[in-house]
């Protein structure tokens, strides 16, 4: 059975619908970006890091991790409210791009890769961004903001996965699970 090496309840439903029996196993690794690291390669080694803490041998692990990415800046999770009304005001009336790395830990082998979405917002006023960042909702999202909750309504368009922005390239996940006979 697979091992979820994330605490995420969006990727433990992404998982559910799917289909993809699971158990999760919470890794706690440190998620400090290196100075100079780039998006892509910070989400990928934290998802790494994530597998190989969470597995014992012979078990097959997933790890994964999101981040968001505006003017070459990457927006973890918010510290607080402010530093998510700082998120939304660079996000709003833009394009941004959501990563997502993941590492399948099977056995001994690790298979590394990552999604790239494209998410535009509308623009938002100051009552607005205050408005959401009050309902709490930003505050445990890369980005500060969940897709499929209250900041749905400022997104008029995404390219790319819709799974992979809420936490989770769930095809990607089951191709590599397939490619590995592993369903």
Not at 20 to 29: C, E, G, L, M, Q
Not at 121 to 141: H, L, Q, R, S, W
């Amino acid at each position: 059975m697979l091992i979820l090496a994330s605490q995420s309840p969006r990727r433990r439903e992404i998982l559910e619908r799917a289909g993809i029996p699971f158990t999760v196993r919470v890794a706690d690794v440190d998620e400090t970006l290196r100075d100079g690291e780039a998006a892509q390669s910070y989400v990928r080694r934290l998802a790494t890091r994530k597998a190989v803490a969470a597995g014992r041998p012979g078990e097959v692990v997933l790890g994964a991790d999101t981040t968001v990415v505006v003017d070459g800046e990457i927006l973890a999770k918010p510290e607080d409210g402010q530093d998510a009304a700082r998120m939304l005001r660079l996000l709003a009336g833009r394009s941004h791009e959501v990563i997502t790395g993941i590492c399948l830990k099977v056995g001994g082998q690790l298979y590394i890769d990552a999604e790239t979405t494209v998410v535009r917002f509308t623009a938002m006023n100051e009552a607005e961004i205050a408005a959401y960042v009050a309902t709490g909702e930003p505050m445990d999202k890369a980005g500060a903001y969940a897709i499929q909750g209250g900041a749905s309504r400022y997104i008029d368009r995404i390219e790319g996965c819709y799974w992979n922005v809420v936490g989770l390239p769930v095809a990607k996940v089951y191709g590599q699970l397939r490619r590995q006979g592993l369903v």
